[in-house]
């Protein structure tokens, strides 16, 4: 079995859970390649640094991988969604970071979540994702987000307008600081901040939820996800803030934008006892009230 290992690095990953974690991965005869610069920040701290692999983007990760196992919070998962791409590589999150909603398991399960990769005793759940298309060149070769697509104005300047059609249909003109646009993946993300409903995974919906809106009736709303969203903007500054999950452009404020579905799906990896009604509960605080 061959898999992958990305991670950020940072503060909140501690040598001791790594080592644990290479070592249940060799204990399992698991052969894993590490991400070039994470490996550059951790090769001097282990003793046998010669005998792993490395690989720096996409075009070297192939249908050989089994899984990426994903170190960090959801950040770092957002951006193993960019590295794999469409190639239908299974991701897993371990939580070294805050909340984690996508990077459900935590780093006190690392021995259970290495045989359950060794014995295949692990559920795959596919997520859609959102596809934005513009009339100039925008994000590369990603231009697609787990989370949500977001448009918002600069830093200080005054609030914008957001024109927004569905399938080409006026829908409403947004005053407000921006709009996001969330798969049902991001729906307790940024959408939830600014009031946004939490969706199921598997919802074949997106949600349209302005940020500050400058109208008290405003209020977000839930659209089947085989509809193509467009936008046109206006403000008194001449540029505005695109972005999808946490990569941004700054772009002219006559640039065309619309999303979509994605075309195809990121598969993340989960352990069989943790659901996503777990995840609510324990992430929200749901069901805890003393009342109960």
Known sequence: MKIAIYSRGGETLQQADLFMLLQELAKQKITCAIHGEFFEQIKGLLPDAENYTTFSDSSEMDETFECVIS????????DTVTLIRDKNIPVLGINFGRLGFLATIGKDELRNTVRALKDHTYVVDKRSLIHMDADIPLFGETPYALN???IHKRDTSSMIKIHTYLNGEFLNTYWAD???????????????SCNGPVLFPDSASFIITPVAPHNLNVRPIVVPDNNIISFEVEGRTDQFICALDSRREIVNKDVQLAVKKENFTISLVRLNENSFLQTLRSKLSWGLDKRN
């Open 71 to 78: 170190l960090g919070g959801d950040g770092t998962l957002l």
């Open 148 to 150: 949500e697509f977001a």
């Open 178 to 192: 921006g709009l996001i646009v969330s798969t049902p993946t991001g729906s307790t993300g940024y959408s939830l």
